[in-house]
């Protein structure tokens, strides 16, 4: 059975700091670009950052860009975390973990086939 599962989420102060995990199983996902996305209330789906399947190129939203922090562990199971410095209240969304498994890396929601349930990060200013 193919799964994401997402957790590190909760409640931070701005400026503060979160790291996501997104662990991966039931597929060979060593192979595949993982991405991470994020939803606000009232908002659509939007990319955060991408990873390729082995680490060597990454992928940041300019939003995000020089705060996180994408980075991946390719063992038994595939693990991807997201390392979220310097949180802001803009930053407030459930974040989505995703695999896509085209060679490609992504920015797009389209291009990626399996998503986890998401974990919610508030950022209270």
């Known amino acids: 059975q193919v799964q994401l599962v997402e957790s590190g989420g909760g409640l931070v102060q701005a400026g503060g700091s979160l790291r996501l995990s997104c662990a991966a199983s039931?597929?060979?996902?060593?192979?595949?670009?993982m991405g991470w996305f994020r939803q606000a209330p009232g908002k659509e789906r939007e990319f955060v950052s991408a990873?390729?399947?082995?680490?060597?190129?990454?992928?940041y939203a300019d939003s995000v860009k020089g705060r996180f922090i994408i980075s991946r562990v390719n063992a038994k199971n595939t693990v991807v975390y997201l390392q979220m410095n310097s949180l802001k209240p803009e930053d407030t969304a459930v974040y989505y973990c995703a695999a896509d498994d085209s060679s490609g890396l992504s920015y797009s929601v389209t291009a990626y086939d399996n998503w986890g349930r998401g974990t919610q990060v508030t950022v209270s200013s």
């Open positions: 990873v390729s399947w082995n680490g060597g190129r990454t992928y």
């Open positions: 039931g597929r060979t996902f060593s192979n595949y670009a």
